[in-house]
């Protein structure tokens, strides 16, 4: 063909390098199926060994052995985990019921009617969310147990009691439900203020008052959301270990999650079969429980409603006089709640004891810190939590970048299946991320040198976060048109160099909003560390954990504290950097 | 030559089949245009030749080279096609300024930093863009962002210049003059350019050739007046353009020349024609229709009709009425002023096409 009748007769002759387009240096292939394999291999891979292994007579690491039902059949002889599966159960039904209560109660209220103080209430629920969960049992344990500083001053100037023992399963509950709300308000709130109020405003028009609206349009408009973050508190609740291993070790209540602990920290042999088999049947529960509700929401559908814009609605109701009396109440229920063991938990640090009988005041300390400093077992962990999640986030938020561009942004045949791969971690107790992670390194390492990194440690802990950070990051790579990519392709850029060049230079403040959720919540971590650290990979969670469980004492709280600063200072720059906001 | 021959196009969503055998034509240096109502296939045939979408057979051949061929499982990638496409949305990278923008095709090919600087103030020259080359798209204007994706496509001196309804996005005013514009720049470049349109106007001002297509298939290809004039079917005769569509019945047959009956009408009219269907649907432009006075001559007119004014309209440069017949009306475009209420309407001998009625299944035409 001749070049003049394409060209611009004034634009220069191509270059003598003409063709030679720069191409990125593995082809496209060879990345879909590279990431498509690795995601398989990290996150699904591990769990073959822990439901092999509850179907095997022997460790796997041992060699020998056969097939056997036995594991099962030993557990559903043991009473012990009949009355964790109880506990379990009763505790997940209420503190879910508890959490639905809650957090639509407060949604409504925030986003329905001109109650007084309610952006101040709005932040105040999602604060156990955002916050460590330790640090939070920690001070509620700090304050409203039977021998809290709360409770105390409450009985002592006030008629009233708390009227429940936070060590029990009713206690438990009551945590459960302060750690669940946040998810339910998110998802209610969600809905309330991104579907459109219309329909409120059509039964406004046929005569409804406000009041009478809310209860006949808007309750029934929020039936999906409720059923499918009250599936998701009743998932965690199954899976938490640490309200359990704190508030119920002292009086002995187990449940499925601390049953599993116990069995690998209690016996010589680490639980034998049983450990896998219960560890498999927890799973099940989990994983059931989140299909359900994948069929009932359709998986990335919740990622869109969870932005909670605040335009205001035309259906408000006025409350009139009223609204500050119901403020109060429920400022002091949040307050109660939050702040209260909030400052529980940094009252315990700064003084000796924090007991009623003397002013805290008069034992102002800092012992516990630099007991904490000068104690290489905790600075290390401290040290270690931050090394993982620096880096630790760093690289899992690359591998969520790729995986989604893989995922929506490909022609690669198996895309499809890569958003469900990259999603299952969520349907993973941390628990039994840990121990799948433990088994897999046991028996690809058996001179146990890797596990000893706090590589071990740092992957166990991205798989687990993965999901969360593909929540948060997912919505804006779906926000960006198509026709960018579409446009670098023609323009001569392969797939690689598309979504380098145009893609992920636009969703860069994505990827920092994912960074910050997942630095933090690889900070915070702790289930996932139960079976794989060793004394030189402790981390930060577990070490609050372990120390929890054995009881209040300054240095948890302080422990607490330097938790909740860290915490506290990324997410502030998060936010003042990306816009990050709280996400489920 | 780079002729651009597409043969046998199809394209399947799962069960959907969105292109069903298309094939078409662009001569080298000239317009072919993609006409047809929203979710035909424009865009699908526009990417398929683009190499953002596989098809599911035929070929796409450029010049002496295969873009795709499915019997050969040849698929050339996007990258190495050298199109220029200018999409629907413009896709203007908000995260560079109109300079990297238009030089971004030429830094994958390791244009030299002067080489690339040239040809990027050349480029903005041509489409009116200099002194915009360090802002940012959302700086811009709508019409400028559609000139800077332009310009981006045309960087790299493409093979092809793909348009995909590049003025969907701009007011009437500067639809037109950008229309005239880009017209203009592509004779002087002379590079070979599909266009993309569900505006008949656009299509008929700016094409060597049209192609008018429905539901995936290509219902005519001709010039612009071959398909205003002499539609090959009663869809493209609705589509482009207006029509009366006057619905009849064949109540006479012999030799080749139908006697039909349009309902409301009391004379029959005949028309040679091999359609063999008992009815038929008789299409007349409005400008084709002329008011005559009542004492004029009919010569000329295959017939007149009497009817009343069912209302009337002033476009400026036409006036235009309905006027009644039997159920159905009858559109009359002309300079014209009347304003009484019956008028006689001369149907003129060769301003009318007789067509076979549409068949359940074939689309009504978006108006
Ligand atoms: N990815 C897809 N999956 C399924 N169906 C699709 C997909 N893309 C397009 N279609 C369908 O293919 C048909 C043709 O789409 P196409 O975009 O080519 O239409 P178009 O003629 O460009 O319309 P418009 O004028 O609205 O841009 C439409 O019916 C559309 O619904
Ligand atoms: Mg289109």
């Given amino acids: 063909m001749s070049s003049s009748t394409l060209t611009d007769p004034k634009a220069p002759p191509p270059p003598s390098r003409f063709g030679n387009i720069k191409r990125a240096w593995l082809p496209e292939k060879v990345i879909h199926y590279g990431v498509w394999i690795l995601a398989v291999l990290l996150i699904l891979g591990p769990i073959v060994p822990i439901v092999w292994s509850s179907l095997w007579s022997t460790p796997l690491y041992e060699g020998g052995g056969s097939g056997t039902l036995d594991n099962f059949r030993k557990l559903a002889t043991d009473p012990l985990w009949w009355s964790a599966v109880a506990n379990s159960l009763q505790f997940a039904v209420f503190a879910t019921i508890g959490s639905v209560l809650v957090g639509t109660t407060v949604a409504l209220l925030v986003a329905r009617t001109d109650l007084p103080l309610r952006r101040l209430y709005s932040a105040l629920i999602v604060l156990p969310l955002v916050l460590p969960g330790l640090v939070l049992i920690v001070g509620w344990q700090s304050m409203w147990s039977k021998n809290g500083y709360a409770t105390h001053l409450l009985e002592q100037y006030t008629p009233f009691t708390v009227p429940f023992d936070l060590y029990s399963v009713a206690g438990m509950v009551v945590m459960g439900t302060v750690l669940g709300s946040p998810v339910v308000y998110l998802f209610a709130r969600g809905t309330l203020s991104s579907g459109d109020s219309t329909l409120e405003e059509a039964a406004r028009c046929a005569g409804a008052g406000p009041f009478r609206a809310l209860l006949t349009v808007t309750l029934p408009l929020l039936r999906p959301a409720l059923l499918n973050s009250g599936l998701l508190v009743f998932a965690l609740a199954l899976e938490t270990l640490g309200i359990p291993l704190i508030l119920g070790t002292s009086k002995n209540i187990d449940m499925m999650s601390t049953y599993l602990y116990r069995q690998w920290t209690g016996s010589a042999d680490g639980g034998g079969g049983v450990l896998p088999a219960g560890a498999v049947m927890l799973l099940l529960a989990v994983t059931m429980l989140l299909l359900l509700r994948n069929r009932l929401a359709g998986d990335l559908a919740r990622f869109t409603t969870t932005g909670g814009k605040s335009s205001r609605p035309a259906n408000v109701v006025k409350l009139g006089p009223f609204g500050w009396l119901l403020s109060a109440g429920v400022g002091v229920v949040l307050g109660c709640a939050t702040l209260v063991p909030l400052s529980g938990v940094v009252l315990a640090s700064l003084t000796a004891v924090l007991t009623p009988a003397i002013n805290p005041f008069s034992l102002l300390t800092l012992d516990h810190f630099s007991a904490i400093l000068t104690n290489p077992l905790y600075t290390g962990a401290i040290g270690n939590s931050l090394l993982i999640a620096t880096v630790g986030a760093a690289i899992a938020t690359a591998c969520i970048a790729v995986i989604a561009l893989v995922a929506h942004r490909s022609s690669f045949r198996l895309r499809g299946s890569l958003e469900h791969i990259v999603l299952y971690p969520r349907a993973v107790p941390g628990l039994i991320t840990g121990m799948a992670f433990f088994w897999t390194f046991a028996i690809l390492d058996q001179s146990g040198t890797f596990r000893a990194t706090l590589w071990a440690v740092g992957i166990a802990f991205g798989v687990r976060a993965l999901a969360m950070g593909y929540a948060a990051f997912y919505p804006s790579l779906a926000a960006l048109g198509a026709d960018l990519d579409r446009a670098a392709r023609s323009a001569g850029a392969d797939w690689w160099t598309a979504m380098r060049t145009i893609i992920l230079s636009l969703l860069k403040p994505a990827m920092g909003i994912s960074y910050v959720l997942l630095f933090v919540a690889m900070l915070n971590e702790a289930d996932a560390a139960v079976f794989l650290v060793t004394p030189e990979t402790q981390v930060l969670g577990l070490a609050m954990l372990q120390i929890a469980a054995n009881g209040l004492g300054g240095t948890v709280a302080a422990l607490g504290v330097i938790q909740l600063v860290i915490t506290a200072a990324v997410l502030g720059a998060g936010r003042i950097l990306f816009g990050v906001r709280p996400n489920v | ?367």
């Fill in chain 2, 1 to 367: 030559m780079s002729d651009l021959v597409i043969t046998n196009l199809t394209k399947k969503f799962g069960r959907l089949t969105v292109l069903d055998n298309v094939s078409v034509t662009a001569s080298d240096g000239q317009i072919l245009t993609l006409l047809g109502p929203s979710g035909c296939g424009k865009s699908t045939t526009l990417w398929s030749i683009a190499g953002l979408l596989k098809p599911d057979g035929g070929s796409i051949v450029v010049g002496d080279q295969t873009l795709f061929n499915h019997d050969s499982s040849a698929f050339l990638p996007p990258e190495r096609r050298d199109c220029g496409v200018v999409f629907q949305s413009y896709a203007v990278w908000p995260h560079m300024k109109v300079r990297d923008n238009v030089g971004y095709p030429l830094r994958l090919r390791r244009y030299k930093p002067e080489a690339l600087r040239k040809r990027v103030d050349e480029v903005l020259e041509l489409v009116d863009l200099s002194d915009q080359a360090d802002r940012y798209p959302h700086q811009l204007s709508g019409g400028q962002q559609q000139r800077v994706a332009l310009a981006r496509a045309l960087a790299f001196p493409p093979r092809l210049l793909l348009l995909d309804e590049p003025f969907s996005n701009l007011d009437a005013k500067l639809r037109e003059r950008t229309r005239d514009w880009l017209l203009q720049l592509q004779r002087k470049i002379g590079v070979t350019t599909v266009f993309v349109t569900h505006d008949q106007d656009e299509a008929l001002a700016m094409s060597d050739r049209i192609a008018v297509m429905s539901t995936g298939t290509v219902r005519q290809i001709g010039t612009p007046e071959q398909i205003y004039n002499d539609p090959a079917d009663l869809f493209v005769a609705d589509f482009v353009g207006t029509s009366n569509l006057l619905e009849g019945t064949v109540i006479g047959r012999s030799n080749g020349i139908l006697t039909i009956k349009i309902d409301g009408l009391d004379q029959a009219i005949h028309v040679p024609s091999s359609i063999d269907s008992d009815g038929v649907v008789v299409a007349v432009r409005p400008e084709a229709l002329a008011l005559l006075p009542d004492d004029a001559s009919t010569d000329g007119y295959e017939m007149t009709v009497n009817g009343p004014v069912l209302d009337r309209s002033y476009h400026g440069h036409h006036f235009r009425y309905r006027v009644g017949v039997g159920e159905q009306a009858l559109v009359v475009e002309t300079r014209e002023r009347t304003d009484s209420s019956h008028v006689r309407v001369g149907i003129p001998r060769d301003g009318y096409k007789l067509f076979r009625p549409r068949t359940a299944t074939a689309p009504k035409a978006a108006q």
